[in-house]
């Protein structure tokens, strides 16, 4: 298969700061379309599989799975898109499309394991696959998402991750205006999650283990902000919520918060890999039907879906912009929480 050379920012190793490097993208197959990328947002997955944190990474390592381009070519077959169209990819480039789990539209499921887009086995080239801190990405068109014209471009890209392992989990568990809808912890993951929630019609509430992000909270949609080490306001929430979404990504006690949740309640992990300590109490589980669960992003379908409902309620994401050459000092700054609240890298700069 024929390729290109393309300018890229990676890693060689996970103890070495990412530089500027040339990778091969493949020339568009029939179903391709080429993008030429414009901002690229910074997650904090970038950074773990840039240090390989999880174990695993392929070197050299190039992250980004928040990307907002134009597409410049497209394939033969090709009818989604043409050329000159504003278009984004999340964190899938491929999936088996047979499985019981592609076939509902949750690739992110993949029975047989999706292709990443970076960090995932390159079907087309071998190896493994590049993401979006690059002048171009190379992606099938049923793994592109339209983008609303009326948002501000740099501000979706934390929507294609940020923004969809919130949503997924919002509309799974069928949040909507009667519903009573908690958050754990302010950050990137947490600030889209407490849009996207009152932006469904949900009563929020913030859990913060400080009063410091109350007045930011309120600002982005939140109706009350608890302060978890608290006990007297901790108690006054007791049975409370439907669901809780929990985007803290380090170790925690999540029995405090289940004790918070309604009959029925589900707490729900989605920033957190791991065990939990202390061990999880399952008495109020029991005695209130309560359940601890977890998701992962969404599928192409339901990507798509929040990206027109941003689109509809003009929700975009709280963001620094950067350029492509300040990523090493982002990294040390997202590691002491310094970011209000997602970093997006402006990929003109890389040019």
């Known amino acids: 298969m024929s390729t290109f050379s393309v300018k890229a920012y990676g890693a060689e190793s996970d103890i070495a700061d990412l530089k500027e490097m040339n990778i091969e993208r493949r ?24 240090r390989n944190d999880w174990g695993g990474t392929m070197y050299p390592a190039v992250p980004g799975h928040e990307i907002v381009g134009k597409i410049t070519k497209i394939g033969s077959d090709v009818t989604k898109f043409k050329i000159g169209d504003l278009a984004a990819v999340g964190c899938l480039v491929d ?16 029975l047989n394991g999706f292709t990443g887009t970076y960090n995932g ?14 002048e171009k990405v190379v992606v099938d068109q049923n793994f592109v998402l339209k983008v609303p014209s009326n948002l501000d471009l740099a501000a979706v890209a934390p929507l294609l991750c940020a923004g969809i392992t919130t949503w997924s989990p919002l509309r799974h568990w069928n949040v909507g205006p009667n519903s009573k809808v908690a958050v ?35 600002q982005l949609g939140a109706d009350h902000v608890i302060i978890s080490t608290n006990e007297t306001q901790m108690e006054s929430v007791k049975g409370k919520f439907d669901v ?33 300590e202390p061990i999880l109490n399952t008495v109020p589980m029991i005695m209130g039907r309560k359940s601890v669960a977890g998701s992962v992003i969404g599928g192409i379908a339901e990507t798509q879906e929040l990206l027109d409902f941003c689109g509809e309620h003009n929700i975009v994401s709280e963001i620094e912009m950067i350029n492509m050459q300040d990523i090493n000092q982002a990294y040390e700054r997202m590691l002491k929480s310094d970011v209000r609240y997602r970093f997006v890298i402006d990929m003109k700069s890389l040019s």
């Open 27 to 50: 020339e568009t197959t029939p179903n391709d379309v080429e993008i030429e990328i414009l901002y690229c947002g910074v997650c904090h997955s970038d950074l773990h599989t840039a």
């Open 95 to 110: 999936s088996c499309g047979t499985c019981e789990s592609c076939k509902q539209d949750l690739e992110q499921y993949c």
């Open 184 to 218: 754990v912890g302010l950050g990137g993951l947490g600030h889209m999650a407490i849009k996207l929630a009152k932006g469904l019609g949900a009563e929020v509430t913030l859990f913060s283990r400080t009063p410091g992000k109350t007045d930011d909270a309120k």
């Open 121 to 134: 086995l390159d079907k087309h080239l071998g190896g493994h696959t590049y993401g979006g801190y690059s």
């Open 244 to 276: 809780i979404i929990d985007t803290v990504p380090y170790v925690h006690d999540v029995n405090p918060y289940v004790s918070t949740l309604n009959i029925n309640g589900t707490h729900v992990l989605v920033g957190y890999l791991g065990g939990l």
